[in-house]
């Protein structure tokens, strides 16, 4: 399990509280991501960070931050204003290509259920 | 934005057949489509891609073709075997480079013996 390291690999949430899901790389990746995986819905992309100190909104941000301090780390929080936080979370790196053919290394993930 | 669709949700084939997975994308502009195999419990991890300069790519297996002008793109893996049952997603790279892939719903493949 080199290279992307996310703990834990499982958390339990009473609900209106914020958990922050951790995800270490250490494989000098420029660009990390956090996806949402649930069943039939494939990889949803929640937030992206190409370049220390600045990160952007994937495609269901609203209810999660993150910060990117360290090019090795990019942490995930999920706060209590996300209505269904109950899935599998999965963090990756790439080292960027300029021909766009960037390969996405994966954590083990992180499954989160709210009680 | 970019919208990748796959296809079947759901594939039971026999020991030694062949399967077949159809994605098709919305953005014209992406030129990179990777396919990733997630067995129960474990992590994604790429199997196979395209660019999308090429309309083919083997490898052993399992093979990807790429219609641009569709803008459709399918894994074919042929002889299945037990150890090929997992979940495939099929993923494209939206315009700008950023680095992040738009993946498809996935399939979860079954070969029974």
């Known amino acids: 399990d080199g290279g992307i390291t996310q703990s834990p690999k499982y958390l339990f949430r009473k609900e209106g509280q914020n958990v922050t899901l951790s995800c270490e790389q250490n494989?000098?990746?420029?660009?990390m991501y956090w996806y949402r995986q649930d069943p039939g819905q494939g990889l949803r992309l929640i937030y992206y960070?190409?370049?220390?100190?600045?990160?952007q909104k994937g495609d269901i941000a609203e209810g999660y931050s993150v910060s990117r301090e360290k090019k090795e780390s990019f942490p995930l929080t999920v706060t209590s204003a996300q209505k269904n936080p109950t899935a599998f979370y999965l963090c990756?790196?790439?080292?960027?290509?300029?021909?766009?053919?960037?390969?996405?290394?994966f954590g083990a993930g992180s499954r989160l259920t709210v009680l | 934005g970019e919208n990748v669709e796959q296809h079947p949700s759901t594939l039971s084939v026999q020991e030694g057949d062949s399967a077949v997975i159809k994605c098709t994308y919305s953005d014209s502009a992406s030129n990179y489509f990777p396919w990733y195999k997630q067995e129960l419990g474990k992590r994604p991890q790429l199997i196979i891609d395209?660019?999308?300069?090429?309309g083919e790519k083997k490898d052993q297996r399992i093979a990807v073709t790429l219609n641009k002008t569709a803008k459709h793109f399918s894994l074919h893996i042929t002889e299945t075997q037990p150890e090929d049952s997992a979940v495939y997603f099929c993923a494209a790279n939206p315009s700008g480079n950023t680095g992040k892939l738009i993946f498809g719903q996935g399939t979860t493949l079954q070969v029974k013996p």
């Open positions: 960070s190409q370049i220390v100190n600045d990160f």
């Open positions: 395209i660019r999308s300069n090429v």
């Open positions: 494989l000098n990746h420029d660009a």
């Open positions: 990756a790196s790439t080292a960027f290509r300029s021909s766009g053919a960037n390969v996405l290394t």
